[in-house]
Structures are given as C-alpha cells and as structure tokens.
T-cell receptor, first 117, second 116 residues
Framework: DVKVTQSSRYLVKRTGEKVFLECVQDMDHENMFWYRQDPGLGLRLIYFSYDVKMKEKGDIPEGYSVSREKKERFSLILESASTNQTSMYLC????????????????FGPGTRLTVL | AQSVTQLGSHVSVSEGALVLLRCNYSSSVPPYLFWYVQYPNQGLQLLLKYTTGATLVKGINGFEAEFKKSETSFHLTKPSAHMSDAAEYFCAVSKGNSGGYQKVTFGTGTKLQVIP
C-alpha cells in the first residue's frame, strides 16, 4: 500500500513565523501535491511537483513556496504565516501519467491542521 | 477547463436506507472520474474510479457509481447505509489518457450523516 506521511497532525504558530510542513511518500511516485482544505471550498491546489527540483504553481500559490530535493519528500513553506493561512493542509502523491496503471488517482496523507494565531 | 459540481453539501439518511450522492462534471475530453471519502481528521481515501470500459464501477465498502456520459454524471450509491459511512465524500475529475500531468479537480464535498 502507498503510504504518505506528514510531519505533524496539529500545528500552532504565530503570525509572522516561518512554517515548514513536510510530506514523505514511500511508493516512488513522480508527482506530489499540496492542497489546503477549507469548509465549503473543497480542496484547492497550492503547488505540485512532477519531478525532483521541479515545481509548478497551483490555483492559490500566494504566500507559499515549496521544495523538492528528493523524490520522496515534498515540503511546503509558509514564509511569514498569517491568520488567513489557518487551514487543513493535505499532501498527496501519484504516478506519472503514461506510467502503467497510472490513472491520476492521488494518494493522500492524514493532513496537518495548522492554526496561526 | 474541467469542473465538478456536487449537489448538496449535506445529506442525511437513515441507517439501512439508500445512499445517493450526486456528482456532475464537465470535461472537454473523455474524463477519469473518482470518488474519495474523508473520515474526521483524516486524509482522503479513494473509494472508486472510472477510467474506461464498464460504466458501472464498484468500490470499497459496498459503494458503486455509474458513469453516464449523456448526463455528464457520476453519482455515488450504496443500497444500505451503515453508521460507519458517516463521512465527507468528494467527487473528482481529470482528463483521461492525455499524457503528461493532468490536473485533478475536486468538488466541494458532501457530508453524509447517518441517522440511527
């Protein structure tokens, strides 16, 4: 089974702090994603990466950056946390499209609930 | 552009009753379609997916969904609800068989409440 782990389940930070959210997957997936989930808005894509050191902006990249130095690890960085970044953050991974049995299905981690005070 | 509409942000059913969660999509090319389930304080778990072939797809926990191209729908059903089915359900769509990275678009979710 694919396993996606996130470094923290719950995190409380103060406004202006730099925040790192870590995600690790163990199934050699090429694609990795960061979403935020807010009530009534569903999942919104922040950034994704289709290879090591590659990254693409999603729908709401403002205020965030990412890093992918190793294939299995994808980090989300809040350079200066603000209260409107209080949310549930979900990491996911998937096989590269065109790979055998790759149908864009994504495998999710348990989420990090971030509160910015 | 692709999009997903889930009708009803909250659905309540009695235990043992039919579960029907509605999803309509738009896509300019043949889609891949997914249903995910999220239990409280957990990530999303894939319930089932449609890629090609048979339009009635069976998933885990007794759920199934039918791809209806003419109606652009992919509704999720279960004949008899269990208390353990209480969760939030997300429908999602991506372009099928198009090579490269294809964005997955998620609906806004439907919370299912099961009444004893």
């Amino acid at each position: 089974d694919v396993k996606v782990t996130q470094s923290s389940r719950y995190l409380v930070k103060r406004t202006g702090e730099k925040v790192f959210l870590e995600c690790v997957q163990d199934m050699d997936h090429e694609n990795m994603f960061w979403y935020r989930q807010d009530p009534g808005l569903g999942l919104r894509l922040i950034y994704f990466s289709y290879d090591v050191k590659m990254k693409e902006k999603g729908d709401i990249p403002e205020g965030y950056s990412v890093s992918r130095e190793k294939k299995e690890r994808f980090s989300l960085i809040l350079e200066s946390a603000s209260t409107n970044q209080t949310s549930m953050y979900l990491c996911a991974s998937s096989l590269r499209q065109g790979t055998k049995r790759a149908y864009n299905e994504q495998f999710f981690g348990p989420g990090t609930r971030l509160t910015v005070l | 552009a692709q999009s997903v509409t889930q009708l009803g942000s909250h659905v309540s059913v009695s235990e043992g009753a039919l579960v029907l969660l509605r999803c309509n999509y738009s896509s300019s090319v043949p889609p891949y379609l997914f249903w995910y389930v999220q239990y409280p304080n957990q990530g999303l778990q894939l319930l089932l997916k449609y890629t090609t072939g048979a339009t009635l797809v069976k998933g885990i926990n007794g759920f199934e969904a039918e791809f209806k191209k003419s109606e652009t729908s992919f509704h999720l059903t279960k004949p008899s609800a269990h208390m353990s089915d209480a969760a939030e359900y997300f429908c999602a769509v991506s372009k099928g068989n198009s090579g490269g990275y294809q964005k997955v678009t998620f609906g806004t979710g439907t919370k299912l409440q099961v009444i004893p």
